[in-house]
């Protein structure tokens, strides 16, 4: 039982800071302090800074470990704030990318954590790159999945099996909870063995068509957490388990995984198509009215922000930060907010030619 109790024992003031912050956690048998050193030197990568990203994120920084990398393409919206525990009003107010409000909250939680935020759309293009950098940082431990698309989840599920990482997968949708982790074993299933193929767009409910409630987002990132936690500790779970809850019914059940020798992933003739897919990756955000837009060719690190928002200045109105500028054209009716990488997302139109159109006129490419 967690607070003030007879039988909670207290940290002997004397400790190293980092025994006393951590003391609840270190206590328990199937940490201990070996196991608290583990998380302390560990590196998790989190793939999504939304409503599944931000609670995985707070939980995993609160834990202590040592270096976090999460990856986010988009800006705070006042929709976002329902679920996604990170962010404040005034991060929606002036559209702040969701790695840096993170950034600026996680670091005031502990600032013991070496957090590495990156605003990027993690895709085919760039997730090799993406883990590369990770690991330049830190030896990588853990991938966890905080999106919402099941072509991310197969690209994630692809990078897992060829880098030989864990992947912590999660889902909530409606009252529904989802997770599971699929480690790089040979006897252990991956995602593909359990959905081998996406479902036919459209086929699916989706946050804005079903809604989410918070709470099954809380169940499904608990899990993730604890999963996640449990492989830096060292300690990896014996069978494939996939949980699933509705929390407004208050009903769950255990699912036991198998692999599957045909997978089209990881088996006999498996091949890693999501993460070989190479497209322009232009797509619709969901949730909003709003469009991404890749430069043609484009490649990462292609934008210098601090000359592109003087060049733009004489245009709109121009706000910079490190991570992105944001820009409101004077004629137009649109607002776009640029990246590093070259992405800009274009609000105020679905309409993808559109987008485009403004993209080649302020930007150029």
């Known amino acids: 039982m967690a607070g003030r109790g007879l039988l909670m024992s207290n940290p002997d003031p004397t400790l190293p800071a980092d025994d006393r912050r951590y003391h609840r956690q270190r206590i328990l048998p199937f940490v201990g302090a070996e196991g608290q050193r583990s998380i302390r030197s560990s590196h998790a990568m989190i793939v999504g800074v939304g409503a599944l990203g931000c609670q995985i994120a707070d939980l995993l920084v609160r834990a202590g470990v040592g270096t976090l990398t999460f990856i986010d393409r988009d800006v705070v919206e006042l929709t976002n704030l329902q679920r996604q525990c990170l962010f404040t009003e005034e991060d929606a107010a ?22 590495q935020p ?45 880098e030989g990482l864990p992947y912590v997968y999660g889902g909530a949708i409606g009252a529904r909870a989802m997770a599971a982790t699929f480690r790089a074993a040979a006897e252990a299933p991956c995602l593909r063995c359990v959905f081998p193929e996406a479902p036919a767009p459209g086929s699916q409910p989706t946050c804005d068509t079903a809604g989410v409630l918070g709470p099954a987002v809380s169940m499904a990132a608990a899990w993730q957490a604890s999963m996640a936690i449990r492989l830096l500790c060292g300690n990896v779970a014996g069978e ?46 969901c949730g909003s009215d709003a469009v991404q837009v890749w430069p043609r060719g484009g490649v990462a690190g292609m934008l210098d922000l601090k000359t592109l928002a003087t060049r733009l200045a004489s245009g709109g109105e121009v706000a910079a930060t490190a991570l992105m500028v944001r820009f409101k054209p004077a004629e ?28 080649a006129k302020y930007v150029g490419v």
């Not at 702040?96 to 600026?104: D, G, I, L, T, W």
């Not at 950098?133 to 060829?162: I, K, M």
């Not at 995984?257 to 089209?264: F, I, V, W, Y």
């Not at 640029?338 to 800009?344: C, K, N, Q, V, Y």
């Open 94 to 115: 002036c559209g702040r990318p969701k790695v840096e409000a993170a950034r600026r909250r996680l670091e005031i939680v502990n600032s013991g954590v070496r957090l």
């Open 118 to 162: 990156v605003a990027a759309d993690f895709c085919a293009r760039n997730a090799l790159q993406l883990v590369t950098q990770a690991r330049a940082v830190a030896p990588l431990g853990v991938l966890l999945d905080g999106t919402d698309n099941f072509e991310t989840r197969y690209l994630l599920n692809d990078l897992a099996v060829r």
């Open 240 to 285: 494939a388990l996939l949980h699933d809850a509705d929390v407004w019914e208050g009903t769950s059940r255990t699912v036991r995984m198998r692999r599957a020798p045909d997978c089209p992933c990881c088996g006999r003739r498996g091949s890693l198509e999501f993460l070989d897919a190479i497209g322009e990756g232009r797509v619709a955000l």
């Open 332 to 359: 137009g009716g649109l607002e776009m907010s640029l990246f590093a990488d070259g992405r800009a997302i274009v609000k105020g139109t679905r309409d993808e030619a559109k987008a485009r159109a403004a993209y």
